[in-house]
């Protein structure tokens, strides 16, 4: 089974930016999407950002115009670029193929923003 890792998590300042990379162990191509989501502390684990095998994409409210999610297919990583980020944004994120309906997560990656 394909295996996901996170990395690019790390403790910036308000209105900083970062790029989280998901990288496969294995093919990607057949994913049905690629999503990040993410878990602050005390919180239940939310969708951040989602792209689809046709290319769409969809995000949360609380990042749509800060986030772009992209998927590399050739290189089997998908990333998540951050811009403006605010304290809340604070949170392990997580990295989430879907193949054949049925899901598969990295272990995270924390991201500190700090006021």
């Known amino acids: 089974q394909v295996q996901l890792v996170e990395s690019g998590g790390d403790f910036v300042q308000a209105g900083g930016s970062l790029r989280l990379t998901c990288a496969a162990s294995?093919?990607?191509?057949?994913?049905?999407?690629a999503n990040w989501y993410r878990q602050p502390p005390g919180q239940q684990r939310e969708l951040v950002a989602q792209?689809?095998?046709?290319?769409?994409?969809y995000y949360a409210g609380s990042v749509n115009g800060r986030f772009t999610i992209a998927r590399v297919t050739a290189k089997n990583t998908v990333y998540l670029q951050m811009n403006s980020l605010k304290p809340e944004d604070t949170a392990v994120y997580y990295c989430?193929?879907?193949?054949?309906?049925?899901?598969?997560w990295g272990r995270g990656t924390q991201v500190t923003v700090s006021s």
């Open positions: 294995g093919s990607i191509s057949n994913a049905e999407s």
């Open positions: 989430n193929v879907v193949v054949d309906n049925r899901p598969i």
């Open positions: 792209i689809t095998d046709g290319g769409m994409t």
